[in-house]
Structures are given as C-alpha cells and as structure tokens.
C-alpha cells in the first residue's frame, strides 16, 4: 500500500536548507493499523503529508498502491489524495457553520458526486460514527469526541483506503479518546488501513504495530 525508499524532504527557507526527512524507509501493507510515535519536530508531521499526498519530497521513492507518486504534478497529486486517504487531524477542523451533514458532505460535493449518492453517503458515515440524529447540528453544539467522529465520517466520504490521524485524541478527554480509537479499531477491521501519529504509548497499543521516527530518520519497528 504504502512503499517508502529512502525518502528525503528539505525544506529551504531563503538560504537556509533544512533536512527534515533523511532517507526514510517505510512500508505499510493493505489493512495495517500502525502507530508513528516520535519526539516533537521529528519529521512525523513532514512524513504524513508526504503519505498524504499534500507535499513531495526532495528525494528517494514513494510508491502508493504500486505507483510511484513522488514526482506528480500538483493537480495529479490532489486526484490521488481525493481518491486514496482520508485526514483527521487533532484540531478537527471542521468547517464552523456548516452542519454536521455538510460537513461530511463536503468533499463529495467537490468530486462532484450527485445529489442522491451524496445524501445516501452521508447518512451511512453519520449513522456509522453514531451521529445520524445530531446531522444538523453544528460544531459547536457537539462535543469533542463527537466533532472528531463528524470529521472522521467527512475523511471517509470518498471511501479511501488509507487513514491518516495525526494525533486524532490529542483535543480529547481519555473517554471520548476511547471512543476514537475504538472506531479506528474497527474501521481497521473492516478492511481500511490507518496511520495515527501519537506521542501516547497506550493509544499506539491500540494499532498492531508502531513505528518510531528520530531526527528524520526511522529508528525501531516493534
Ligand atoms: N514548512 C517548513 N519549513 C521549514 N522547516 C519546517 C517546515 N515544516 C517543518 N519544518 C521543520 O522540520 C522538522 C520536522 O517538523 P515536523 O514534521 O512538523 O515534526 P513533528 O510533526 O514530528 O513535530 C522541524 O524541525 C520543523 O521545524
Ligand atoms: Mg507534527
């Protein structure tokens, strides 16, 4: 699914040259849930938007789902990332006078899918994540967890294999946490593959494996 070969990522502001990723190797096969556990400015935020499709790198390989994606223009890149993986991030992010409904709905309607199959689409995830009778509440009427299931619905919406969470339950008290990661579980169960940045050993217990990042580079594989 997800084939990294000796991956690098500069990033150059004015003169200045900085090496966030230094030659990373990383594979994920289809249906793995793993944890990527590193210290602050590691390069764990640099890495998923590599992975997902929201930046290039500087150099090596990425190969997702057997094509190598690393040189794609802009535009290729953002067809890929529509199709293939889905975002959640620790804010959020959600749109604040948009309902939950449209929330959700959102990214269907900028792949332009029809009325029906949007409507169809959106009940199902709601219903799923268990919010089906809060859809037309907003935001801020929801609680943390319940704003984070919204957004994981909206991440699912263009049903893409790959799940990318960085530092998902890091807004949320440990219950609502529990509620996430056990979504996660069985999102993961039923076929998708995820990838969640954690600083918290007790939630990367929750993926079957955890990588480890240090200084760019990847440290241990448990
Ligand atoms: N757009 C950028 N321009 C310059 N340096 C950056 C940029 N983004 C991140 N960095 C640097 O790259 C390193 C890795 O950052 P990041 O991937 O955000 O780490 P993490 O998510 O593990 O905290 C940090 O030293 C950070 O300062
Ligand atoms: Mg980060």
Redesign the pocket.
């Given at each position: 699914m997800i084939d990294m070969r000796n991956l690098k990522?500069v990033?150059?502001?004015g003169s200045i040259e900085?090496e966030?990723?230094k030659g990373v190797f990383l594979k994920i096969e289809k249906g793995e849930f793993v944890s990527l556990m590193?210290?602050?400015?590691?390069?764990?935020?640099?890495?998923?938007?590599i992975i997902g499709c929201l930046d290039t790198p500087t150099g090596g390989s990425y190969y997702l789902e057997g094509r190598d994606v690393s040189g794609l223009t802009f535009d290729q890149l953002s067809e890929v990332r529509n199709q293939k993986v889905g975002f959640v991030f620790q804010s959020f992010n959600l749109l604040p006078y948009a309902t939950a409904y449209e929330n959700v709905e959102l990214p269907m309607l900028y792949n332009g899918k029809k009325a029906p199959e949007r409507r169809q689409r959106v009940d199902e995830l709601l219903t799923m994540v268990g919010l089906y009778d809060w859809r037309k509440h907003r935001p801020t009427e929801l609680s943390g967890g319940q704003q984070q299931r919204v957004a994981i619905a909206r991440a699912l919406a263009m049903d893409p294999p790959i799940l990318l969470a960085?530092e998902p339950t890091g807004n949320l008290d440990s219950k609502s946490g529990e509620e996430i990661l056990d979504l996660f579980t069985s999102l993961w169960k039923a076929g998708r593959t995820i990838l969640m940045?954690t600083h918290d050993t007790k939630i990367a217990a929750y993926s079957q494996r955890t990588v480890h990042?240090l200084d760019?580079k990847m440290e241990a594989d448990i």
């Amino acid at each position: 699914m997800i084939d990294m070969r000796n991956l690098k990522k500069v990033y150059k502001t004015g003169s200045i040259e900085f090496e966030a990723l230094k030659g990373v190797f990383l594979k994920i096969e289809k249906g793995e849930f793993v944890s990527l556990m590193g210290p602050s400015g590691s390069g764990k935020s640099t890495l998923m938007n590599i992975i997902g499709c929201l930046d290039t790198p500087t150099g090596g390989s990425y190969y997702l789902e057997g094509r190598d994606v690393s040189g794609l223009t802009f535009d290729q890149l953002s067809e890929v990332r529509n199709q293939k993986v889905g975002f959640v991030f620790q804010s959020f992010n959600l749109l604040p006078y948009a309902t939950a409904y449209e929330n959700v709905e959102l990214p269907m309607l900028y792949n332009g899918k029809k009325a029906p199959e949007r409507r169809q689409r959106v009940d199902e995830l709601l219903t799923m994540v268990g919010l089906y009778d809060w859809r037309k509440h907003r935001p801020t009427e929801l609680s943390g967890g319940q704003q984070q299931r919204v957004a994981i619905a909206r991440a699912l919406a263009m049903d893409p294999p790959i799940l990318l969470a960085d530092e998902p339950t890091g807004n949320l008290d440990s219950k609502s946490g529990e509620e996430i990661l056990d979504l996660f579980t069985s999102l993961w169960k039923a076929g998708r593959t995820i990838l969640m940045v954690t600083h918290d050993t007790k939630i990367a217990a929750y993926s079957q494996r955890t990588v480890h990042i240090l200084d760019g580079k990847m440290e241990a594989d448990i």
